[in-house]
């Protein structure tokens, strides 16, 4: 099976502008997390969905938001772009929201 | 709130020896699961290892290990003979098993450890 895909990998935005990162679970897998990693918090959980709904959000301000589709692919939003939301950007799938999560490779999002 | 400590920044060990990585975690609920991840430099997470809470034997995989002490909260992770591949960031992460309100599909994370492996 092919494993969790993101796009795009890489993203130079700038103060102000908004960005859409893309997420492709594994076949099969109808749960997906969102995780941003920074070199001063760590990992944290940005939200989860599961047959297109949201169902757990962690401490991140409204500028984040995320959608699920049918096949499962999900995406994640940021609007009004900070410094601060520069982060690497991870993905993770699992069956349901119980199962072990598989990551994908992340979008490194640089804001200038 | 769950949370998950991993007290040492930084490890090494030379090849084929053995390296043990600290995880502690502190949390009221009974059910749970435990993880650690590594991540090399490609930042890909790797899963390397799950336990349960409600299972006494602890989880082996290949030439890794836990050693899970459920009273004491700690789940350490043993490598044995360490390769050169072995070097990433390691992560422990906590799980609730409940299905419910803030446990949906959230992973609460350490600091992370990084594992240096010398040739």
């Known amino acids: 099976k092919a494993g969790v895909t993101q796009t795009p990998r890489y993203l130079i935005k700038t103060r102000g502008q908004q960005v859409t990162l893309s997420c492709s679970p594994i076949?099969?897998?109808?749960?997906v997390s969102w995780y941003q990693q920074t070199p001063g918090q760590g990992l944290q959980f940005l939200f989860e969905?599961?047959?297109?709904?949201?169902?757990n959000k962690g401490n991140f301000p409204g500028r984040f938001s995320g959608r699920q589709f049918s096949n499962s692919r999900s995406e994640m939003n940021v609007s009004t772009l900070e410094l601060g939301d520069s982060a690497l950007y991870l993905c993770a799938s699992s069956q349901d929201p119980q199962e072990t999560q598989y990551f994908g490779p992340g979008t490194r999002l640089l804001v200038l | 709130a769950q949370t998950v400590t991993q007290s040492q920044p930084e490890m090494s060990v030379q090849e084929a020896e053995t390296v043990t990585l600290s995880c502690t975690y502190d949390?009221?609920?009974?059910?749970?699961?435990l993880f650690w991840y590594k991540q090399p430099p490609s930042r890909q997470m790797i899963l390397v290892i799950r336990q349960e809470a409600y299972k006494q034997q602890n989880a082996t995989e290949n030439r890794f290990s836990v050693n899970f002490q459920k009273a004491a909260k700690s789940f350490s992770l043993k490598i044995s003979d360490s390769q050169l591949g072995d070097a990433a960031m390691y992560f422990c992460?906590?799980?609730?098993?409940?299905?419910?309100?803030?446990?949906?599909?959230?992973?609460?994370f350490g600091q992370g450890t990084i594992l240096t492996v010398h040739p």
């Open positions: 992460a906590y799980r609730s098993a409940h299905a419910g309100g803030t446990s949906y599909g959230k992973l609460t």
């Open positions: 076949s099969g897998h109808r749960s």
């Open positions: 969905y599961f047959s297109e709904t949201q169902r």
């Open positions: 949390t009221s609920e009974s059910d749970y699961y």
